[in-house]
């Protein structure tokens, strides 16, 4: 079972939700580790922010990869915690090498703030709670919809959506959806025209423009 710790941290009552971890398939052999796969996904649904934590001296491994895809799926905040950090032999620019290596195999989702700790030596791990809450103010963010067409819509204008059989795509509207997981609709004359590499487009711009660091948001297009 999750373990459950009450903390007040940073001026915020926290409930955190230590998981047993979730094994390779092919270790998953025994009902006790079935079983601990399901509430750890079901712990991953129950969270608002969670911590993959993976292994430095492992790198990222494709389960961690699946794990991923779980908390993205379910629209939640994410912090990679790259654990065992003192075990690693560093130089200058490690770090920096190392988040970059994170962050590529973490692609298309990159907006992910990455913090190197150790349990063992208790390294980061405030700085790790810290980035957390930040994330959890991220993914509650509501950006008014004057200020969400002021900033986004000349940038549209500068870069509009590519014509489809010699046909304008035009986006006219924004507003943010009232969701637990960032939504956004685009109105426009033709949304179906509308393609994936744009779609990149202008969510890189929302990251852009606004504070949505290791958040999943959505975005939807719908006829004006």
Not at 34 to 58: G, K, N, P
């Amino acid at each position: 079972d999750p373990i459950n710790t009450r903390w007040n941290v940073f001026g915020f009552d926290v409930m955190l939700l230590d998981t047993a971890g979730i094994r390779k398939k092919q270790k998953v052999d025994e009902d006790i580790e079935f079983y601990s796969v399901i509430r750890s996904i079901r712990a991953i649904e129950d969270s608002d922010v969670c911590f993959l934590m993976i292994d430095a001296t492992d790198g990222v491994q494709q389960q961690d990869l699946h794990i991923m895809s779980i908390i993205q799926k379910n629209g939640k905040g994410l912090v990679v915690l790259v654990n065992k950090w003192d075990l690693l032999e560093k130089e200058t620019n490690t770090m920096k090498a190392y988040e970059a290596e994170v962050k590529q195999r973490l692609e298309p989702f990159t907006d992910v703030p990455v913090v190197f700790i150790s349990v063992l030596e208790k390294q980061r791990i405030l700085k790790a709670m810290e980035m957390g809450m930040k994330v959890h103010q991220d993914r509650a963010r509501k950006i008014p919809t004057r200020k969400l067409n002021d900033v986004l819509l000349p940038i549209i204008e500068r870069q509009p959506p590519p014509m489809y059989k010699a046909k304008q795509v035009s986006i006219k509207f924004i507003n943010q959806l009232p969701t637990h997981v960032p939504s956004f609709a685009f109105y426009c004359n033709l949304p179906q025209y509308i393609k994936p590499a744009y779609v990149r487009f202008l969510e890189n711009r929302l990251r852009e423009q606004f504070s949505f660091t290791g958040v999943p948001i959505r975005l939807f297009f719908r006829k004006k």
